[in-house]
């Protein structure tokens, strides 16, 4: 009986694995270029990039090989991404469906200059305080080249490409769009995720359109405060309040005391 249990078992986690390993169905979106930004209200920001080699070739026209079998040259993928406007902090490499990925985590002085940036050319960013709340733009262009820039590469029009922004403080409008051109709603409080199919990026096809109408614009309208200052300023108010209610109680009982000496007189 406990071997069979042990063999069921088993059997349910190579199941589970083969699922994994069958495609994004339990892993969620797989992108072959996605770019992820946590961003500051002053403008600094972390940048994560995470794509394929032959999408870095074909959108963004890096000069990669795109042989699967080539081992991922570091510390020139650091060199490529390394400029007076972003400071490589970390490079990963991986493989996925017989293409070589790369993981680049930058730190943006000022995400309003990166586009001076080659890697980052084809996206300008504006952040700037307007009517008592901060706005953020990023307009997107089109790709470095076409797929025909990486001949042999098994894309099979599935692939998606992410911008992902984790912004600083509560969102109060914003046009974050699905690959299917539906809202994508806003995740875990201030994360928004815009997703285009691989053949619409190279098509040059508008990821969003900002609030004025303008194509290629991704833009979200945000507090001036960050969260962490108001969380620190309620932190701050509850304890002032609880320091309060103590010495109030403390006053009571003393007070309670004095007048439980008063009210027995002098013996």
Known sequence: MRFGMRAALLAVCLATAA???RGPALLGPQYEYEEDLTLGLDGSATLI???SIPALIALRGLPLSPDPKARVDRDQIKQLYTSPYAEVLRVTTWSRRNRRFVGVRLRVHDIRTLSKASPFSWAACD???EDGH???RETLGPAASTPSAVPGVSWDGSELVAFRLHLPSRIQWHNA???DDQPNPVQRGNILTWQQRLTDRFANRPIAYA?????GVMEVRMDSQSILYRTLWLFGLAFAAAVGVLAFLIWLTIRKGRDAEGDAGPS
Do not use: I, M, Q
């Open 177 to 179: 769009r699905t690959y």
């Open 211 to 215: 609030e004025d109408k303008t194509p």
């Open 134 to 136: 901060h706005v953020f």
């Open 49 to 51: 990039v995470n794509a």
């Open 19 to 21: 699922s994994c390993g």
């Open 127 to 129: 952040l700037h305080p």
